[in-house]
């Protein structure tokens, strides 16, 4: 049985960082990103990356500010947070897809196991 965990998520005043995290449970050889739902919002993608770490996409709204990465040692997905703005509230979830072709899943229906979330609440 694959679990995701998230953790990292908090307040934070707008400009500021968080660093959230993933641990995952089982094999480490999944495509994995991350993704967010704001109040009245449909979820949407921020980040993904490979399973090798190779490949990384980012929504155009968090490049430049937002950088995901990954230990497969510890079987953990990471997203580094900078420069964070009041729209940027959401809860953010991780991802998960049995994967080894390399490629970078960015949507919601590509992804097989789902963390609960955390919050990150940016305020003005």
């Known amino acids: 049985q694959v679990q995701l965990v998230e953790s990292g998520g908090g307040l934070v005043q707008a400009g500021g960082s968080l660093r959230l995290s993933c641990a995952a449970s089982?094999?480490?050889?999944?495509?994995m990103g991350w993704f967010r739902q704001a109040p009245g919002k449909e979820r949407e993608f921020v980040a993904g990356i490979s399973w090798s770490g190779f490949r990384t996409d980012y929504a155009d709204s968090v490049k430049g500010r937002f950088t995901i990465s990954r230990d497969n040692a510890k079987n953990t997905l990471y997203l580094q947070m900078n420069s964070l703005k009041p729209e940027d509230t959401a809860v953010y979830a991780c991802?998960?897809?049995?994967?080894?072709?390399?490629?970078?899943?960015?949507?919601?229906?590509?992804?097989?196991?789902w963390g609960q979330g955390t919050q990150v609440t940016v305020s003005s």
């Open positions: 991802a998960a897809k049995w994967d080894l072709s390399g490629k970078v899943p960015t949507k919601t229906t590509e992804y097989d196991y």
């Open positions: 089982g094999r480490t050889s999944y495509a």
